[in-house]
């Protein structure tokens, strides 16, 4: 098996100078690199992970770690996760390492235990919580890390992130538009930064307009489409004024919220406007709900590259200030909203 100094005899360059070209360092141009990754390729070399350590301070290993659950193996945003992940890690010669803890293990006991032997480089953090104790953890350790989202309320860590509150600002702000008073929201588990940072944006939008926030209209938790069912059929239950428009934080809710109004004989939109966030996740497409479903739509897919960069961009040394992305999403309006009904 080739060794790095084989690939650097056969690339005429020095140890030092092939190891940081293939493990994509700043100070080596790119034509450099790709002659060095081309010759690597050729003799079918493997990095020695100590070795790399070794010689360059970086393991090229990073890990993402999550807790087990019962519907992990069925979770799309999960396993979209973890294959965009690998893809661009193993891209640019990494290796991402899933670690899956145990249901009742503290997870702070397993980060300790992974950075204890010192071989991985940084973590990839999912559903981040309000004052996350993971990151507070790894940044008392000095061990690098990036978040896919925001941890509220400063944020002052590496992220990839869409504009959430944003996203339900505009959603709110069009509703209103179309006449809609008695507006619905079926948020995301309490405490979750994108949660948070959406209600801020639904009870800004309303606030602008001189509306106030029913509690009875507002729900938190799981999303999926039970959950979308049973809460779409409480609140039509509720005394008073029902709403006539329900946005959702997922699609997978807008489901169960669809299937809820077609039991109680509400029509879309006639009575009742659905729109909802969509990650655009292959196997439910909001386009083929009937009536198509209105969303705002950032593809998770498109959270994968930015985030290994920001990782990278963290290892090599970067200003925090240009490892604080926030992605584009888009606005659609199909045919799941309308005016508000008289």
Known sequence: MATLKDVARAAGLSITQTSRALNDHSDVNEMTRKRVKAVARSMNYQANISARKLVTGRSGMVALVVSQSVDLPQNGLFIEGVAGLSTQFSGRGMQFVLHVAGPNEPIIDVYQRLIGNGMLDGFVLFSPRDNDPRAS?????????????????????????????????????????????????????????FATARMCGYERALAEAGLEVDPALVRHGEMTEARGLVTTVEMFRIDGLRPTTVVCSDVR??????????????????????????????????????????????????????????LNGLLDGSPLSELQIVGRHELIIRNSTGPAPD
């Open 137 to 193: 953890f790894l940044r008392e350790q000095g061990i690098p890390f990036v978040v896919h989202g925001r941890i509220w309320p400063d944020a002052d860590h590496a992220y990839f992130d869409i504009d959430n509150e944003g996203i339900l600002y505009q959603i709110t702000r069009h509703l209103i538009g179309l006449g809609h008073r008695r507006i619905a929201f079926i948020n995301g588990a309490p405490g979750h930064g």
């Open 253 to 310: 809710l807008a489901k169960g919220v669809y299937s809820a109004l077609e039991a109680l004989g509400l029509s879309i939109p006639g009575d009742v406007s659905v729109i909802a966030h969509d990650d655009h996740l292959p196997q439910l497409r909001a386009s083929a709900f009937f009536p198509a479903l209105s969303v705002t739509k950032a593809p998770l897919r498109d959270s994968w590259e930015p985030l290994v960069d920001c």
